[in-house]
């Protein structure tokens, strides 16, 4: 398997530009993560799918961010328009999990290469 | 707000010595752990999960975990330069991974 593909792996962009990430799962899973890792925040999730469905957004940052899951094999990432301070590396993971109950196993998340996002 | 605390170090070590990472966590709900390994440009890799109080080995690795502290530990044996990278701790919460900032190690040669 070739594992979770991201696309592009370098951006440089100018505020305000359209960017947009993305990223392909592994074959057969059924939940998709976005992060965001930056040195002062660290790792942090910004939304996740689960069957192609999003299931919590709370840590999109702002009406800027969207994203889509259109089929089981594919995700985009958007910020419209793109600012400075979205400089970042953003990782996509997917996993295999068995439900939504919070009191389960949370299955192992694999990830990405992720995208250096550079905007100047 | 859920949180996850760790040591950003960084950790530095000697080649051959035992290195110990430790993560505190606030979801008492959380029922499994997992440690994840980040090299510096590489993206966060699965080295061990934990979901009993006690101990697991895996190799050079053992998780420690230890649910009523909310307290979770990782310790490296034999530490190589090669297991230098960033640590991060994951716990659960709410069908999801919160991960810790990290805690940087460094073995020397």
């Known amino acids: 398997d070739a594992g979770v593909i991201q696309s592009p792996r370098h951006e440089v962009t100018e505020m305000g530009q359209e960017v947009t990430l993305r990223c392909k799962p592994i074959?057969?899973?059924?939940?998709l993560f976005w992060y965001r890792q930056t040195m002062m925040r660290g790792l942090e999730l910004l939304i996740y799918?689960?069957?192609?469905?999003?299931?919590?957004d709370s840590g999109m940052p702002e009406d800027r961010f969207s994203a889509k899951m259109p089929n089981a094999s594919f995700s985009t990432l958007k910020i419209q328009p793109s600012e400075p301070r979205d400089s970042a590396v953003y990782f996509c993971?997917?996993?295999?999990?068995?439900?939504?109950?919070?009191?389960?196993?949370?299955?192992?998340?694999?990830f990405g290469p992720g995208t250096r996002l550079t905007v100047l | 707000q859920k949180e996850v605390e760790q040591n950003s170090g960084p950790l530095s070590v000697p080649e051959g010595a035992i290195a110990s990472l430790n993560c505190t966590y606030s979801d008492r709900g959380s029922q499994s752990f997992f440690w994840y390994r980040q090299y510096s440009g590489k993206s966060p890799e699965l080295i061990m999960s934990i979901y009993s109080n006690g101990d697991k080995e895996d190799g050079r690795f053992t998780a420690q975990l230890n649910k009523a502290s909310q307290y979770v530990s990782l310790l490296i044996r034999d530490s190589q330069p090669s297991d230098s990278a960033t640590y991060l701790c994951?716990?659960?919460?709410?069908?999801?991974?919160?991960f810790g900032k990290g805690t940087k190690l460094s073995v020397k040669p």
């Open positions: 994951a716990p659960p919460s709410q069908g999801n991974l919160i």
């Open positions: 993971a997917s996993s295999l999990r068995r439900g939504l109950n919070h009191n389960s196993n949370t299955d192992t998340q694999y």
């Open positions: 799918f689960n069957n192609n469905v999003p299931i919590d």
């Open positions: 074959s057969g899973h059924n939940s």
